[in-house]
């Protein structure tokens, strides 16, 4: 789902920018990918900074642009590829839509030159996910890098409605099933504290799924960090 922007003007500009920035996207995506973890890690965070700016500009906001739309989107998934990077993964996808997002974001952005009246403001638009935060062994608190993953899906979830969000809790395979079923539980109820307590006003459903479905299969007893993790989807 997508906020709704309206006009011949938004439909050109979109149209116009598709193909020459995803093939830009492309090539960054090769570039970004080659980088050291820490170089890495600095470009997406300024992405993920000037992103979180945009989505605040009031000008942005009620511009007949695209320009907040992808903005919400690389605060979106520049902070996934953050949360990978915490556990020393390049994650290709979220690195790749970070990206794109972000090359379009800055894009320059055509106005009326006839406009009579200021334009509505635009509705936020829902970027749906998956969403996904880490936790630290045997832990179910939030970090800060997971806080600031949440932040931007509060965000980026609030033009969704009334669609309800899944919040899914995971553990690796160190502890016993039943101990990794109570974590997975504490972690998926903690995010949705957070989320609550932050702004959304979804309806919020959690599930539990101990050590079962890991990212990074794993023999028994390994700790794995991907594993540790919950994921929140809107339905």
Not at 6 to 25: I, S
Not at 188 to 211: K, M, N, W
């Amino acid at each position: 789902m997508t906020g709704n922007w309206k006009g011949p003007l938004t439909a050109f500009a979109l149209a116009g920018c598709l193909v020459p920035v995803a093939a830009w996207a492309q090539d960054q995506q090769s570039d970004l990918m080659s980088l050291g973890k820490g170089e890495l890690r600095n470009e997406i965070r300024t992405r993920y900074d000037a992103a979180l700016a945009q989505t605040g500009d009031a000008n942005v906001v009620a511009a007949d642009t695209p320009a907040f739309m992808w903005a919400s989107q690389a605060k979106a998934q520049c902070g996934i590829a953050l949360g990978f990077l915490k556990s020393g993964t390049k994650d290709p996808v979220s690195i790749g839509k970070c990206d794109d997002a972000y090359r379009r974001m800055t894009q320059p952005q055509m106005v009326s030159q006839e406009t009579v009246a200021p334009p509505p403001v635009a509705s936020a638009p829902c970027l749906p996910g998956p969403y996904i935060v880490f936790f630290d062994w045997d832990s179910s608190l939030i970090s800060p890098d997971a806080a600031t993953i949440l932040d931007s899906t509060v965000a980026s979830t609030a033009g969704c409605g009334g669609a309800a969000i899944r919040i899914d809790g995971y553990t690796d395979r160190s502890g016993s099933d039943r101990y990794n079923m109570g974590l997975s539980t504490r972690r998926a109820d903690a995010v949705r504290d957070y989320l609550v307590s932050h702004g959304t006003t979804a309806s919020l459903s959690t599930q539990a799924f101990g050590e079962s479905n890991p990212r990074v299969p794993t023999a028994d007893g390994v700790r794995e960090l991907q594993n540790r993790r919950v994921e929140i989807t809107v339905e």
